[in-house]
C-alpha cells in the first residue's frame, strides 16, 4: 500500500468505523454489539478523569472539560503514523519506532487540546459570572432565599461551565453535601480569582446571614470594568497583529499595483 491508497482509504475508513461506533450505541441491536462502544467511551471518561485530575500533569481548570474530541483528535493521530509506517514497507525498527512516535505524538496532542479547552471554559466563566452574580443579587433583593436563588440563576444563564457549578452547589444538600464543601470542590475546579471572590461572598452570606445583594452587585460591576479594560488590551493588540500579514502580504502588493506601469516601461525600454 502506498501513501497516497492510505490517504484515499484508511482515513475515510477510520471515520466510517467511528460513525459506526455512534450509530450502533443507539440501534435496536442485541446488547453484546451495543456495549463495545459503550465500554469504549466509558474507557475514555475513565482515562479523561484520571487526566483531569492533576496527579500526572496540572491542567488549570481541565475538570470543566467534559468533551471527548481532545481523545479522539490524539487517536487519529498516533494512529495515523502508525498506519503511515504499515503503508511504507515496514520494518521491525520502524515499526517500533512509529508506535512510540505515535504514542508520544497522540499524548501530546491530547494534552495541548484539553490545556485549550480548558483555557476556553475558564474563559466562558469569566464571562457569564458577572450577569450570574448581578442576577443573584436581584432575586437576593426580591426576597428569595440564598438556595432558591442559585438554582434560579443557574437555569437563567447559558448552559456551560458556570451553570454547571452553580447547579452542584445548590444541589449539595440534595445530595447530602455541605454547602462549605460543596464551595470549596468549586473553588478548586475553577482556577478564577473573580470566581473565588464571589464564592467567598456567597459563604459569608451563608455563615454569617448578612445581606448579599449590595456585595454581589459590587462584584458584578467591577468584573465589568474588567471585561472593559481587557476589550481595550486586546484591541490595542490587534493593531501589532496585523503588522505582520500586512507587511508580507498587503504591502508588497500594493507596491506592485502602484510601481507595475513603471516597471512595465522600463522592461519595454531595456528590451529596445
Avoid at 453535601?177 to 459569608?204: C, G, T
Wanted: aromatic share 8%; glycine share 8%; with cysteine.
Amino acid at each position: 500500500m502506498k501513501t497516497i491508497d492510505f490517504v484515499l482509504i484508511g482515513f475515510p475508513l477510520m471515520t466510517g468505523l467511528f460513525l459506526l461506533c455512534r450509530c450502533l450505541k443507539r440501534s435496536p441491536l442485541p446488547r453484546v454489539i451495543v456495549y463495545v462502544p459503550e465500554k469504549v467511551i466509558g474507557l475514555h471518561r475513565k482515562a479523561h478523569r484520571r487526566l483531569v485530575d492533576g496527579k500526572p500533569f496540572s491542567i488549570p481548570g481541565g475538570v470543566l472539560v467534559t468533551s471527548l474530541r481532545c481523545w479522539i483528535a490524539g487517536e487519529v493521530v498516533g494512529l495515523s503514523i502508525t498506519a503511515l509506517t504499515f503503508a511504507l514497507k515496514p520494518s521491525p525498527s520502524r515499526i517500533l519506532f512509529s508506535l512510540i512516535l505515535g504514542l508520544c505524538l497522540g499524548f501530546t496532542t491530547i494534552l495541548f487540546l484539553v490545556r485549550g479547552e480548558a483555557i476556553r471554559q475558564i474563559e466562558s466563566v469569566r464571562s457569564s459570572l458577572p450577569v450570574a452574580s448581578f442576577l443573584l443579587s436581584l432575586l437576593l433583593e426580591a426576597g428569595m432565599g440564598s438556595h432558591s436563588a442559585l438554582q434560579e440563576a443557574a437555569r437563567a444563564i447559558p448552559n456551560g461551565p458556570l451553570a454547571r457549578e452553580l447547579e452542584d452547589i445548590s444541589r449539595a444538600r440534595i445530595l447530602g453535601i455541605s454547602r462549605e464543601e460543596a464551595v470549596e470542590r468549586s473553588r478548586k475546579r475553577v482556577p478564577l480569582e473573580d470566581y473565588h471572590i464571589f464564592l467567598n461572598l456567597v459563604r459569608q452570606g451563608e455563615r454569617l446571614g448578612v445581606g448579599l445583594s449590595r456585595a454581589l452587585r459590587e462584584h458584578s460591576s467591577k468584573m465589568l470594568e474588567g471585561e472593559t479594560f481587557r476589550a481595550e488590551a486586546t484591541a490595542q493588540k490587534a493593531a501589532v497583529k496585523l503588522l505582520f500579514p500586512l507587511v508580507v502580504f498587503i504591502f508588497p502588493a500594493v507596491v506592485l499595483i502602484i510601481f507595475s506601469p513603471i516597471i512595465l516601461n522600463i522592461w519595454e525600454i531595456w528590451g529596445q
